[in-house]
Nanobody, 121 residues
């Protein structure tokens, strides 16, 4: 089984920064993509950022230019550097990995448990 554990959430004032981490444990042969999602109260979960195995990244329009996704494949970890935070960024942030556990195996998706980010004005 693959488990993802997020860390780095907390409360920060508007304009501040936070760095989230998500580390995977368990056997992984390859990772197709690593994602960060968020879900604010009363809203649907939305994709915030994605980093592909190639290194290509994509961002939601609402965070482009303020958030940066990166990873360390050797550590099986993905990061989300968040800057210039606003109250609109308040949400539970989740990581998701799409992985192949064995060579030639099918891809599976795993989610972290979520970490709360609260931005106070």
């Amino acid at each position: 089984q693959v488990q993802l554990v997020e860390s780095g959430g907390g409360e920060v004032q508007a304009g501040g920064s936070l760095r989230l981490s998500c580390a995977a444990s368990g056997s992984i042969f390859s990772t197709d993509a690593m994602d960060w999602y968020r879900q604010a109260p009363g809203k649907q979960r939305e994709l915030v950022a994605r980093i592909y195995n190639s290194g290509r990244t994509t961002y939601a329009d609402s965070v482009s230019g303020r958030f940066t996704i990166s990873n360390d494949n050797a550590k099986k970890t993905v990061y989300l550097q968040m800057s210039t935070l606003t109250s609109q960024d308040t949400a539970v942030y989740y990581c998701k990995f799409r992985v192949q556990r064995i060579r030639g195996g099918y891809y599976q998706e795993y989610w972290g448990q979520g970490t709360q980010v609260t931005v106070s004005s």
